[in-house]
């Protein structure tokens, strides 16, 4: 009878915990930056970084799935700087690693979680 109990409760938080997201990494040289305002006002600004395929995730498929997408959250300042890093990275054909979120924005493109320029 406690074993029953003991699985059952396993059975139950297993099925309850959502399963880990597919997040992708990308190694290799950004093809473009696409600036959107998809808003319509000055912020938050949106950028889409294409990169070929690197295994989005299932909430991206087709063209989107060679891009990844940074969103200004207008709380921290950070989207400023990391697009122009990533605009250096372009213009000097630098390789970067690209870590994605495994999730994808409203756009179907996946965001990403963090990024290095080798």
Known sequence: MK????FRLSLAVLLLTPLAANASTYT??????RYGNPSGTLSPG????????????SCSS???????SLQDNNSTGVFGLWVT??????KEGRTVTITGSGTCDSFGVESISSFDIN
């Open 46 to 57: 949106r950028i889409g970084i294409q990169v070929g395929s690197h295994g989005a995730p």
């Open 85 to 90: 890093a990533l605009l250096e990275a372009l």
């Open 62 to 68: 087709g063209a989107l799935a060679t891009y990844y």
């Open 3 to 6: 074993i029953n109990m003991i």
């Open 28 to 33: 290799g040289k950004i093809t473009s930056l």
